[in-house]
């Protein structure tokens, strides 16, 4: 079936602005016009494509015509760029990307920003999870995505950035107060069962962590289960833990900083803290080491090896090997 290209733009334009109204001003066309042009185009298809919700959702046959028409952008400004025709119209490239909220506040903006401007792109970002990202590769809803899964998306191909490391930190304030200042390190674990994290008792040279069954944590939002897994690794119990959720990555550092909780922080986040001594270390010698990959969309595509290139750069210059 072949669907006609202001169609397909309409469709991408629908899903991003999440109303026929919104797209219709995107579009400079009325909400009836952008319906009809969908309309059409499930008619091609024989299928819905797209929930009459709010936002709209799109159905799974509307993703894959979604990624289609994504790729029909997508070579449409390369061909562009080529010609020379990208900037000198005005056009920009909306490239969609996924990314974790840990690597966004740290080292991807700075990837983004050695793009080549006459590429001619604009970011959309995606904020997820690492470990649900591809999902969203899946769907159509982004060309390229961070994420923690090795196996590429069928159509994708994937490359490893390297590990985000993580330490496990709190306020002396809070090491105070709940496990018991720094003295004795480790010495309540010894015979603890340390399965999958290579911690033992006496390999814990910072405070007594016996107490983190109950001490206050600090998590992203719900899915974020890395604190649940250092505290299963040292032998604690990771359920009815109190927890405070701070969905934005800097905040959730300032919280931790803060004495709200303990955290696990990315490098990049606490080591300056841990230095001035504004952050303690709760298991110095074993940090958690999260593996990052770079999945895009196995098209070729000047742009997206333009960004493919600049992401891989700045993860070798932030990322451990």
Same mark, same amino acid.
Request: aromatic share 4%; hydrophobic share 45%; charged share 15%.
């Given at each position: 079936m072949a669907f006609q290209l202001d169609h397909l733009h309409t469709l991408v334009a629908l899903v991003e602005e999440g109303t026929f109204e919104a797209a219709a001003q995107r579009l400079r066309l009325t909400a009836?016009?952008?319906?009809?042009?969908?309309?059409?185009?499930?008619?091609?298809?024989?299928?819905v494509l797209i929930q009459r919700v709010n936002p709209v959702v799109p159905t799974i046959a509307g993703d894959v015509v979604l990624r289609h028409a994504r790729q029909v952008q997508l070579l449409e400004s390369d061909v562009a760029t080529e010609l020379g025709a990208g900037l000198q119209t005005g056009g920009r490239t909306s490239l969609a990307v996924a990314v974790n909220a840990d690597s966004l506040g740290t080292w991807f903006l700075d990837a983004l920003a050695a793009v080549p401007a006459e590429s001619g792109a604009v970011f959309d970002i995606y904020r997820e999870d690492q470990e649900h990202t591809t999902s969203l590769l899946r769907s159509g809803a982004v060309m390229a995505a961070v994420t923690s899964t090795a196996e590429a998306v069928q159509g994708c191909s994937s490359t490893r950035l390297g590990s985000m490391r993580y330490r496990a930190v709190a306020s002396p304030r809070f090491v105070d107060a709940w496990l018991g200042g720094v003295a004795g390190a480790g010495s309540d674990l010894a015979g603890s069962d340390l399965a999958g994290s290579g911690l033992t008792g006496s390999d814990l040279a910072g405070p007594d962590l016996a107490g983190l069954d109950t001490a206050p944590m600090v998590n992203f939002d719900r899915r974020d289960d890395l604190q649940h897994r250092f505290l299963r690794g040292i032998g604690g119990r990771a359920t009815d833990v109190p927890r405070h959720?701070?969905?934005?990555?800097?905040?959730?550092?300032?919280?931790?900083? !803060?004495?709200?909780?303990?955290?696990?922080?990315?490098?990049?986040?606490? !080591?300056?803290?841990l230095g001035d001594g504004r952050l303690v270390e709760l298991a110095p010698r074993h940090p958690i080491d999260v593996v990052l990959y770079w999945q895009r969309w196995n098209i070729a595509s000047r742009l997206l090896d333009q960004v493919t290139d600049a992401v891989g750069r700045g993860a070798a210059a932030s990322l451990h090997p």
């Open positions: 009836s016009a952008v319906s009809q042009r969908v309309k059409a185009m499930e008619q091609a298809a024989g299928q959720h701070i969905p934005t990555s800097a905040d959730f550092a300032r919280a931790v900083v !803060l004495g709200l909780g303990w955290g696990l922080l990315p490098e990049q986040q606490c !080591l300056t803290e």
